[in-house]
């Protein structure tokens, strides 16, 4: 057999070989990693047809609990109100509603102030929060994977847009967000709190802390709770996404219309409690904890 | 040539050899630069309409806008950009980059770095697609058919390259590039 043993060497021996085995060979390599490359192709094919064949499989979404791609110019919009232009807000809009004080341990993770936030999709009140919690936290870090979602239609408010926080992530410098949306808009279960959130749940959402209890339901770092929305948001029902938007930058002079305006005051409310929990660190150089120094509360909202 | 070689009517070169080429001991096949240009010329001119359409307008993308298909919903949503950078540019410089390692020179060489470099990056434009194809249909709930077309392009680049990279092997035993041993 002509090996290639003998072709490199030109000594006749065969090291490593034993008589009558099929030395290695250039034809042994190439077949091999014919068979890797093949069996790479083919795992490629397969993962394509798994993820087209479990979107064919569970069908479009087009129901309630459909979730959309928000446009970057609609969330450049949204962004785009300043640290400033919300506290021009907050000092004319008066809100229905503050965080109360509570005595608790520091609620943190990553050794950073946790803001928790727990709602549901078909919501129409923790949509219009959702507004302003958006605007509030991304003066502190930066969310990705947001997407919007209207409330349900069968409320008293019905039919809000706004954002959800489900499958979105926050990362920042200075607080960590906790989101959990528990239902969908149709009432599926979607996300369950863990067990010292719903312990924080049963201690905290019930008087004489809040009014009555339910969601949405925040948690200050365990400092401040609140219970339900801080302004009526009946006039965003059964608008669209991108017209609030819209409304809130105003064309660059920021929110034009008294709902968006309170989404603003809110967003500073927001800002001024977490300001309290980050010793005044904020992102772009502090500026929206210079706007908001101290805290924007009451004693009691009971 | 060696005999093992010869005889299996392949056209690597042996140990010692100098490889594939015009030297009369090996021929490169001809599909993989064939193959790899086509596909990357198609992609370049795909993704530059779709970076064209961002830097424009992307209502300019002639694509229906209704249901499932929705080219626009796609190319404005949250999804369009990776870190910042939008994913048209990203692909039109993918494909750009592509363009010499295709061409028949690069497929010729046995230079270990632009073999692996040119399977590698078809591997990573492959992970890509599975990100964006997964991003479309399970969180923007539309395809954009451009899209589809460079996601098409780009799997098919990863196989074709593969494949190549195999039939055009030129590594000698011991691992060493044919070249340099």
């Known amino acids: 057999m002509p090996s290639q043993v003998s072709e490199r060497g030109g000594d006749g021996k065969q090291p490593d070989q034993r008589q009558g085995e099929q030395p290695p060979s250039n034809a042994r390599q190439r077949r091999q990693q014919r068979y890797v490359a093949i069996g790479a192709v083919v795992v490629v094919l397969a993962a394509v047809a798994v993820i087209v064949g479990i979107k064919v499989a569970s069908g479009t979404n087009t129901g309630l609990d459909t979730r959309s791609a928000i446009s970057r110019a609609a969330l450049d919009e949204v962004f785009a109100v300043t640290p400033d232009q919300m506290k021009a807000a907050s000092v004319y809009i008066p809100l229905s509603s503050y965080p109360f004080r509570i005595t608790s341990p520091a609620m943190t993770s990553a050794g950073k102030p946790e803001l928790l936030y727990i709602g549901a999709e078909y919501c129409p009140y923790c949509a219009g929060e959702r507004w302003a919690m958006a605007m509030a936290l991304n003066q502190f870090g930066t969310f990705s994977g947001l997407r919007s979602i209207t409330s349900t239609p069968n409320d008293t408010v019905a039919s809000v847009p706004s954002f959800t926080f489900y499958h979105a992530t926050y990362s920042s410098p200075y607080v960590a967000f906790r989101p959990v949306e528990q239902q969908t808009v149709s009432g599926k279960a979607l996300e369950t709190p863990s067990r010292a959130e719903e312990a924080t749940l049963r201690q905290f959402d019930r008087p004489p802390y809040v009014k009555t209890g339910g969601i949405p339901f925040l948690d200050f770092g365990g400092k401040w709770i609140q219970d339900g929305i801080n302004y009526d948001d009946a006039a965003l029902q059964h608008q669209s996404f991108d017209t609030i938007a819209s409304q809130l930058a105003g064309d660059g002079h920021g929110p034009s219309t008294p709902a968006t305006e309170s989404i603003a005051a809110t967003a500073g409310m927001i800002i001024s409690h977490l300001c309290a929990l980050t010793g005044g660190r904020s992102l772009h150089d502090n500026a929206a904890c210079q706007a908001f120094p101290t805290v924007i509360s009451k004693a009691s909202n009971v | ?181």
């Open chain 2, 1 to 181: 040539m060696n005999a093992e070689t010869a005889a299996a009517g392949r056209t690597n070169p042996g140990p010692g050899e100098k490889g594939p080429g015009g030297d009369g001991r090996g021929h490169l096949p001809v599909w993989p630069p064939i193959a790899g240009l086509v596909l990357t010329v198609t992609g370049i001119a795909v993704a530059a309409y779709l970076t064209y359409a961002h830097y424009t307008s992307a209502s300019s993308l002639a694509c229906p806008d209704s249901g499932l298909i929705n080219c626009e919903k796609v190319t404005t949503s949250s999804y369009s950009h990776i870190f910042g950078v939008p994913v048209a540019v990203l692909g039109l410089s993918f494909f750009l980059g592509m363009l010499p390692l295709q061409l028949p020179g690069a497929w010729r060489c046995t230079w270990a770095p632009v073999r692996i470099g040119r399977l590698g990056a078809t591997a990573a434009g492959v992970g890509l697609v599975f990100w964006l194809l997964y991003a479309e249909l399970f969180r923007i709930d539309a395809v954009c058919l451009y899209c589809t077309a460079v996601h098409v392009v780009t799997v098919l680049l990863f196989i074709t390259t593969a494949l190549g990279t195999v039939s055009t092997g030129v590594y000698a035993e011991d691992g060493v590039p044919a070249d340099h041993a």
